[in-house]
């Protein structure tokens, strides 16, 4: 995918990334340093073997030239969810992207800490819910030390994800598989020392397959399968995936200046729009640049989407979110509660890369690349549940949700609207939860049309690509 021209040499490029303390910027995507380890986590993240019919990689739904999501228009334009390796089933929710997830914290309680200065005293009644990952935090982090290690465990064997039926399989797969040489290499060989049965291939195809394994085998397994997850996050944490080369980026570092509507929608960013006060700007963990999220969780009121496989087959189903998580915790079980309905919120990062709004804010230059057929855009999803299409969608309904009429209230009621029949009628929805929806910070913005799509300029300054060098376009200077 061909992103923008490139605006430094590699030597400027160099001393950009010290400055901002990465470890080495790269020329193209082909010519990354990566380490053993991430290089293994990639071919992992990108094998279709991995998947009960071989069909379906992590990167099925989490494509980098999209930032890292799911890059289906049809999908993103109704309900948002992806297939999983077995044809007719869903998960309900849509993919976040898996880049810069990483970086998110071990997931806990903040009880208020005198100590750290946080002396709030409602949080010893109320807590605040940090880090994790997944829209409800589920992946916490606590069994491998980070939650995308945790979270990458997960796929392989959710039955509407790739399904395999046993972690022996996808050891096996791994071990046996075109890059095992790879695996033992980082891992020491040992870890593939597997007896493994005759059968494996035909139990590994059946849904509920078991692997006949001795004990000490099946502790092996079990090993071999933490060491394909922190592989995985491995490269999840690799400069590959927590890129850091947009404009923002480029602009931190005093090599690139804002036009003027995005430095106007920085401001509003930071100011009327209070989005900072959850997508925060301020440097994240380890000082890394910002992630443009706090880590904590929120209900924003945003509608159901009629369109959601899952909520169609399950008509009174609303995502309980944080809670539907809490409610399973030992100690956090009496706050599910207070926490119905909240998501986490994700990193704005990448969030316009790829879409066809983005294309639409390019410029001349860019339009060229499109006429030649270079560039290629389509259709993104925003929130958990993929409602809104377009970043200006959501904008709008920041700034206009408690201004605008509630649709199943006007006279004949609008149902089930999907987000162009909420706009063509100028109304929202009722949230898909009603509890615990934040009226502070959102709602009625009384933002301009002007200052509206400032902020989608600002957003789309957040796309990797901008610092990479394209190398097939000869005529650069
Ligand atoms: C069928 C589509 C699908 C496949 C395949 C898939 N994912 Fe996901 N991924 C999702 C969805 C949907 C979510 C959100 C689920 C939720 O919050 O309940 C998600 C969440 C994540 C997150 C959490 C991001 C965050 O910030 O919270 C990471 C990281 C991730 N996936 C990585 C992976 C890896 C690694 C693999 C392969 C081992 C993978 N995914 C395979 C759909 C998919
Ligand atoms: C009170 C905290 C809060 C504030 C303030 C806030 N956001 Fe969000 N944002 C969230 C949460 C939580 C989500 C996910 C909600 C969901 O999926 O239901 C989210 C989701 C988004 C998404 C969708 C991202 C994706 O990958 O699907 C965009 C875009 C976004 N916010 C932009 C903004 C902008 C622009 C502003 C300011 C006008 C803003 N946010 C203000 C918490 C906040």
Same mark, same amino acid.
């Given at each position: 995918?061909?992103?923008?021209?490139?605006?430094?040499?590699?030597?400027?490029?160099?001393?950009?990334?010290?400055?901002?303390?990465?470890?080495?910027?790269?020329?193209?995507?082909?010519?990354?340093?990566?380490?053993?380890?991430?290089?293994?986590?990639?071919?992992?993240?990108?094998?279709?073997?991995?998947?009960?019919?071989?069909?379906?990689?992590?990167?099925?739904?989490?494509?980098?030239?999209?930032?890292?999501?799911?890059?289906?228009?049809?999908?993103?334009?109704?309900?948002?969810?992806?297939?999983?390796?077995?044809?007719?089933?869903?998960?309900?929710?849509?993919?976040?992207?898996?880049?810069?997830?990483?970086?998110?914290?071990?997931?806990?309680?903040?009880?208020?800490?005198?100590?750290?200065?946080?002396?709030?005293?409602?949080?010893?009644?109320?807590?605040?819910?940090?880090?994790?990952?997944?829209?409800?935090?589920?992946?916490?982090?606590?069994?491998?030390?980070?939650?995308?290690?945790?979270?990458?465990?997960?796929?392989?064997?959710?039955?509407?994800?790739?399904?395999?039926?046993?972690?022996?399989?996808?050891?096996?797969?791994?071990?046996?598989?075109?890059?095992?040489?790879?695996?033992?290499?980082?891992?020491?060989?040992?870890?593939?020392?597997?007896?493994?049965?005759?059968?494996?291939?035909?139990?590994?195809?059946?849904?509920?397959?078991?692997?006949?394994?001795?004990?000490?085998?099946?502790?092996?397994?079990?090993?071999?399968?933490?060491?394909?997850?922190?592989?995985?996050?491995?490269?999840?944490?690799?400069?590959?995936?927590?890129?850091?080369?947009?404009?923002? +980026?480029?602009?931190? %570092? /005093?090599?690139?200046?804002?036009? *003027?509507?995005? =430095?106007?929608?920085? @401001?509003?960013?930071? !100011? #009327?729009?209070?989005?900072?006060?959850?997508?925060?700007?301020?440097?994240?963990?380890?000082?890394?640049?910002?992630?443009?999220?706090?880590?904590?969780?929120?209900?924003?009121?945003?509608?159901?989407?009629?369109?959601?496989?899952?909520?169609?087959?399950?008509?009174?189903?609303? +995502?309980?979110?944080? %809670? /539907?998580?809490?409610?399973?915790? *030992?100690?956090? =079980?009496?706050?599910? @509660?207070?926490?119905? !309905? #909240?998501?986490?919120?994700?990193?704005?990062?990448?969030?316009?890369?790829?879409?066809?709004?983005?294309?639409?804010?390019?410029?001349?230059?860019?339009?060229?690349?499109?006429?030649?057929?270079?560039?290629?855009?389509?259709?993104?999803?925003?929130?958990?549940?993929?409602?809104?299409?377009?970043?200006?969608?959501?904008?709008?309904?920041?700034?206009?949700?408690?201004?605008?009429?509630?649709?199943?209230?006007?006279?004949?009621?609008?149902?089930?609207?999907?987000?162009?029949?909420?706009?063509?009628?100028?109304?929202?929805?009722?949230?898909?939860?009603?509890?615990?929806?934040?009226?502070?910070?959102?709602?009625?913005?009384?933002?301009?049309?002007?200052?509206?799509?400032?902020?989608?300029?600002?957003?789309?300054?957040?796309?990797?690509?901008?610092?990479?060098?394209?190398?097939?376009?000869?005529?650069?200077?």
């Amino acid at each position: 995918m061909k992103f923008h021209k490139p605006l430094l040499s590699a030597a400027v490029g160099a001393a950009l990334a010290t400055g901002l303390g990465l470890q080495g910027v790269q020329a193209s995507d082909d010519d990354l340093d990566l380490l053993p380890i991430e290089k293994l986590g990639k071919k992992i993240f990108f094998d279709k073997q991995l998947s009960i019919r071989r069909n379906q990689s992590c990167a099925t739904c989490h494509v980098p030239e999209v930032g890292w999501t799911g890059d289906d228009p049809t999908i993103n334009e109704a309900g948002a969810v992806y297939e999983g390796s077995i044809k007719g089933e869903f998960g309900n929710r849509k993919p976040p992207s898996s880049a810069y997830a990483t970086l998110a914290p071990i997931f806990y309680a903040d009880f208020g800490n005198r100590l750290l200065g946080d002396n709030d005293p409602d949080l010893a009644d109320d807590p605040l819910f940090v880090g994790g990952n997944f829209w409800d935090g589920r992946a916490t982090g606590w069994e491998l030390g980070n939650p995308a290690a945790d979270q990458a465990q997960g796929p392989f064997l959710n039955p509407v994800e790739q399904a395999l039926p046993d972690a022996a399989c996808v050891v096996y797969r791994v071990c046996t598989g075109k890059y095992g040489s790879l695996f033992d290499e980082v891992w020491g060989p040992q870890r593939c020392n597997i007896d493994w049965p005759n059968n494996i291939n035909g139990v590994c195809a059946q849904t509920d397959g078991e692997v006949a394994l001795s004990p000490q085998d099946r502790n092996r397994v079990d090993q071999a399968y933490d060491r394909v997850a922190l592989a995985v996050a491995a490269f999840e944490d690799s400069p590959e995936s927590n890129a850091f080369t947009s404009k923002i +980026d480029a602009h931190r %570092a /005093g090599m690139y200046e804002f036009t *003027e509507q995005e =430095a106007m929608g920085r @401001d509003i960013f930071r !100011g #009327k729009g209070l989005c900072s006060e959850c997508h925060v700007g301020t440097p994240g963990p380890g000082a890394a640049p910002p992630l443009f999220t706090d880590f904590t969780y929120d209900n924003l009121g945003v509608p159901r989407n009629p369109l959601n496989p899952f909520s169609i087959a399950n008509p009174d189903w609303a +995502d309980p979110g944080l %809670a /539907g998580f809490l409610m399973n915790v *030992e100690g956090f =079980a009496e706050y599910a @509660d207070a926490n119905l !309905g #909240k998501q986490k919120v994700p990193t704005l990062r990448n969030v316009g890369l790829g879409s066809c709004e983005a294309e639409a804010f390019a410029d001349d230059e860019d339009d060229e690349d499109r006429r030649k057929g270079k560039g290629k855009c389509i259709t993104k999803a925003y929130m958990h549940n993929g409602y809104f299409k377009t970043l200006w969608q959501v904008v709008n309904f920041y700034n206009t949700r408690d201004v605008k009429p509630v649709c199943e209230e006007l006279e004949p009621p609008v149902l089930d609207a999907t987000v162009d029949v909420a706009l063509a009628n100028d109304c929202w929805p009722r949230p898909e939860v009603a509890a615990n929806v934040n009226t502070d910070e959102l709602g009625n913005l009384g933002l301009t049309d002007e200052e509206e799509v400032a902020l989608v300029a600002f957003m789309l300054a957040m796309s990797d690509g901008y610092l990479e060098a394209d190398d097939d376009d000869d005529d650069d200077d």
